[in-house]
């Protein structure tokens, strides 16, 4: 989110430079600047003890594309607490191991995107209301199950994941 008036008082703010930044909305009456905010989320690959990847169908998201779990950080908490609580909501699976992958701006959503890969003991799913489906896939096959866009963050995670396991198209 752009700031056009400044929250705290309601002027209208005027484009200054600080420091090394140009062009910061300043309110000149409270004397701060008001930086863009944005939402944060995560996105994880899940996989299980044989490198199966799990992928969710979630028809708000995509009817023709598979989706990695993903959800908003809240105030408050960390992105490290915030993929295993996501993936506990979403898939009923506890993680057993995780690794942070990366951060990568998903300009459709002007959202910043934590990745991470996390390995859980496969188990029965337990899917949330917002998850209409879940399967488990090869790495190879999840690949073409996920949306094709060289810029998609599900593509992105799923390659590192294959590439790690010396699996290409």
Not at 22 to 30: A, F, G, L, M
Request: with cysteine; net charge negative; glycine share 4%.
């Amino acid at each position: 989110m752009k700031f056009r008036y400044c929250p705290d008082c309601g002027t209208e703010l005027e484009l200054r430079q600080l420091g090394d930044e140009k062009d910061v909305p300043w309110c000149t009456v409270c004397d701060k600047p008001w930086f863009p905010v944005f939402p944060a989320a995560i996105i994880a690959l899940v996989y299980d003890e044989d490198n199966n990847v799990l992928l969710l169908r979630q028809n708000y998201i995509s009817t023709q594309f598979r989706n990695l779990v993903s959800g908003y950080i809240v105030p408050g908490e960390r992105a490290e607490e915030t993929m295993l609580r996501e993936i506990k909501e979403e898939t009923g699976l506890d993680v057993e191991e995780w690794k942070l992958r990366g951060t990568w701006w998903f300009a459709r959503k002007d959202m910043m995107m934590i990745g991470f890969t996390a390995r859980v003991r496969r188990a029965p799913l337990h899917l949330s209301t917002e998850v209409d489906g879940a399967s488990w896939h090869s790495a190879k096959e999840a690949l073409t199950l996920v949306h094709q866009r060289p810029e998609s963050v599900s593509r992105i995670l799923t390659q590192l994941f294959a590439d790690e396991l010396n699996i290409s198209l």
